[in-house]
């Protein structure tokens, strides 16, 4: 496990799958029975933005960064909590400071230090568990929560090169355990074989109300660098295509430099 998010914390791709985690639980939150949320690839909650790792890449600068100051409207509450907690939120830090009382987090993460990193930050948070375990096997046995009601975000590092392969069997595992549930995955766009890979195998397992938000800095054609990204809802949320827009929108009009920059929302399957 070489991956550590602590390089990449707050550049684009944790901004778009962080703006949009915040209006996904926000949009769960519209009914009052209580949810688990289910982070199954937590990372250590919060980053040091002025420590050694993100400022060797400094890739903050050309995503939480411009962002700060005079958010967009569609950004706004997910700046204003990123503002609030102080040290830089992951996504397990966020979900928390959006918890009312009757929900609970539980997050998972498989390196030792994050997950005593995340372990430490949470000690003592009757609403949140943290565990020490593999991301996959979590989705079979964490799933369907007691409360019935509930959010899964799935965003594994693609350190390995079927990941691709991981998340769809991943999705099909969860939601086989949880069809009701809310599922989001998150993936790179570096070029858009594997995508189109990955969207036609969710097809072909019989997933139906799938869509998937896209962001793209630049046209997605040089395979080493990450050119956008996407999230990808089963059972979205009522809503999420018409509110996502304007998100994606408003991050592509702050983040993307180039006239190839672009956005959109599709549809996979139908409900
Ligand atoms: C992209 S980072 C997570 C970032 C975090 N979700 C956020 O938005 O702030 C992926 C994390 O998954 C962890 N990880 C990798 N493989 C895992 C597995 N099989 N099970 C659980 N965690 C894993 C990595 O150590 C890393 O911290």
Sequence with gaps: MNYRHAYHAGNFADCMKHALLVWLVRAM?????????????????????????????????????????????????????????????????????????????AACELHPEDHAAL???????????????????????????????????????????????????????AHGRFPAGVLAAWYPIKHRAPVRTFHAALRDAGLRDVVAAELWLRAPLDAARLNGCGLLLVNPPYGFAEAAAPILDALRSRLADEPDAGSDILRLAEE
């Design 119 to 173: 372990r430490r930050r949470f000690r003592g948070d009757r609403q949140v568990s943290v565990h020490h375990r593999d991301a996959w096997e979590a989705l079979g046995a964490l799933l369907p929560p007691a409360e019935r009601r509930g959010l899964v975000l799935i965003d594994p590092p693609y350190e390995a090169a079927d990941e691709f392969t991981r998340l769809a069997a991943g999705l099909v595992t």
């Design 29 to 105: 939150q519209r009914k009052p029975g209580g949810m688990l949320v289910l982070d199954s690839h937590a990372g250590t909650g919060f980053t040091d933005l002025a420590g050694p790792e993100a400022q060797r890449t400094g890739e903050f600068h050309a995503g939480i960064a411009r962002l700060l100051d005079d958010p967009p409207a569609p950004l706004a509450e997910y700046v204003a909590l990123v503002r609030g907690l102080g040290l830089y939120p992951g996504s397990p830090a966020l979900i928390r400071a959006l918890l009312r009382p009757q929900d609970r987090l």
